[in-house]
């Protein structure tokens, strides 16, 4: 268990780092979280690895103990400094996975951030839900779910499209991935929506590049624990799955409120 949290922390951490030195920002500390503990917290945590990105500090639910999202990963500090959990914190009296609870209300914060002009947006006239999607114009499920848009839109659903290729940005080579750069395209389109869809279709859009939010919303999606696409992320924060029918995601969404 130590050496897989030790390697998922480092490849966070890694993969993150653009984001560090792009973006320098503070974790998002709790009002019951002192500068002190805070500073344990992230010396504790770069004991294991010195390049995870600490985003959020909280007070846990359990005494003792804070609530840690770090390069993607949720995990829980001592009080003392001393231990580290990782994995789902159960909360028993309510019957509910209390670190659920800490996700949604991360993902939500920052998904707020990221303005409507960044994403590709197919939404009916008066939504009654908004929906967004970390996506990959290649991979199959994302293409399937794609074909229901409408569908959510009759609904409506909202589909608010976010970047996510899941070549990642670069080769081992360091060039930048084939589907990387054909995503670059469909957010460089004159008409995205329609080079977005034929790129779902299996046909590669014209190349174009410019000043794009691919790379930023690579990134922010490990921010949120995404490791596969589609990730269907509910208005409250709350994941709702990866490929669904219209029927699976509207009753998902009712039960939401």
Known sequence: MLNKLMLALCMGGLSLTGIAAENAAAPVVGPAV???AAQMVRQAIGKLSSDAQVDSIQQAPMPGFYQVIASGQMIYVSADGKYLM???LIDL????NASDDAWSRFRKAELAKV????RIVFAPPNPKYTITVFTDVNCGFCRALHEHVAEFNKEGIAVEYLAWPREGLTTTAG???????EMVSVWCASDRKAAFTAAKGGHAPK???CANPV????NLGLKLGVTGTPMIIGPDGRTLGGYVTPEQLLQALRQGG
């Open 86 to 88: 990782h994995g789902d």
């Open 115 to 118: 303005p409507v002009s960044q």
């Open 215 to 218: 790379k930023d919303e690579f």
């Open 207 to 209: 190349p174009a590049t």
């Open 93 to 96: 009296g309510r019957k509910q």
């Open 175 to 181: 060039r930048p991935t084939p589907t990387y750069t």
């Open 34 to 36: 002192t500068p002190a």
